[in-house]
């Protein structure tokens, strides 16, 4: 079994690096004050052994830059967080000639990702995912991740969006302790109705560790033989009174050891989430290339 290597955390890796990721461009608040801290820390991943690094769009979509009152800018800052992935890449050739690696185009829930009841009627979401996976595929992404995916209809739209540019569509969601989607829906349901618009992959993603070989057992039993890869990347922290805490928070070690248990239940691809930094990927790169 080929097994890749998604990078870890953007936005608290950018918080942790002392960046101002508030709301509502959270992570995408870089692209306009820092953009050579993202470009570092792609270039950690990639060190790190990342096999892909994620661009930093998950909040470059219409309706958060709206917000910013930044509308007329997705265009253009989508195409600086892939670009800005694509120089890392180069950056990293240059001391590494024969490392290859591929860039995923983010594209996340229009509104919070923890609060599916806030998710928007279906010619809004259309039209939000459509114009972000264009921009993706026009900055030249290698392929199109939809996560953090809390309720079936906003997947099934986002996925058809990713699809419609041709680009291989990779497509993750976030669960519940049941291990259904945040909206309720059973993650079988979810899933079958994502498998219609054939994506290569389908993952579980923002979940603690210590749920996180359980989903990704159900995702499997939710495919129900399908031929699509599985995939997990899960949080090292946790949510405190509404904040992000990496207090207690799982070390690189320890999430390595947990990943292969991921492995054992099927997923071949694996990363990390909100926490996870350059060292967990590190280590979970170790144990992969050593067993």
């Known amino acids: 079994m080929t097994i890749q290597i998604l990078d870890g955390a953007m936005g608290t890796e950018l918080a942790r690096r002392g960046v101002d990721t508030g709301l509502p461009l959270w992570s995408a608040n870089a692209l306009l004050t820092t953009p050579d801290v993202v470009k570092q820390i792609h270039v950690?991943?990639?060190?790190?052994?990342?096999?892909?690094?994620?661009?930093?769009?998950?909040?470059?979509?219409?309706?958060?830059?709206?917000?910013?009152?930044?509308?007329?800018?997705?265009?253009?800052?989508?195409?600086?967080?892939?670009?800005?992935a694509r120089q890392a890449i180069r950056d990293f050739r240059a001391t590494q000639p024969a490392a290859r690696a591929l860039i995923a185009g983010s594209v996340a829930p229009v509104e919070?990702?923890?609060?599916?009841?806030?998710?928007?009627?279906?010619?809004?979401?259309?039209?939000?995912?459509?114009?972000?996976?264009?921009?993706?595929?026009e900055a030249g992404c290698d392929l199109i991740l939809v996560e953090t995916m809390n309720t079936l209809r906003e997947a099934v739209i986002a996925a058809?969006?990713?699809?419609?540019?041709?680009?291989?569509?990779?497509?993750?969601?976030?669960?519940?302790?049941?291990?259904?989607?945040?909206?309720?829906?059973?993650?079988?349901?979810?899933?079958?109705a994502v498998l219609s618009v054939k994506p290569e992959a389908l993952l579980v993603n923002c979940v603690p560790v210590a749920q996180a070989a359980g989903a990704v057992v159900a995702l499997r039993a939710a495919t129900d033989g399908a031929r699509v890869r599985l995939g997990m990347y899960a949080n090292a922290g946790h949510i405190d009174e509404g904040e992000?805490?990496?207090?207690?928070?799982?070390?690189?070690?320890?999430?390595?050891?947990?990943?292969?248990?991921?492995?054992?239940?099927?997923?071949?691809?694996?990363?990390?989430?909100?926490?996870?930094?350059?060292?967990?990927i590190a280590r979970l790169a170790n144990r992969i290339a050593h067993g």
């Open 44 to 84: 950690d991943y990639l060190r790190a052994g990342a096999h892909i690094i994620t661009a930093n769009t998950f909040r470059t979509n219409p309706r958060a830059l709206a917000r910013a009152g930044l509308a007329d800018r997705a265009r253009a800052l989508t195409w600086l967080a892939v670009d800005l």
């Open 112 to 137: 919070d990702c923890y609060s599916p009841w806030l998710v928007p009627g279906d010619t809004e979401l259309e039209a939000e995912h459509g114009e972000l996976a264009r921009n993706l595929a």
């Open 160 to 192: 058809r969006a990713a699809a419609a540019t041709g680009l291989p569509v990779w497509v993750s969601f976030t669960l519940n302790a049941r291990n259904d989607l945040l909206s309720g829906e059973s993650l079988r349901e979810a899933a079958r």
């Open 244 to 280: 992000w805490s990496m207090a207690h928070g799982v070390t690189p070690e320890a999430y390595a050891e947990a990943a292969t248990e991921w492995l054992a239940a099927g997923a071949s691809i694996i990363g990390g989430c909100c926490g996870t930094s350059p060292e967990h």
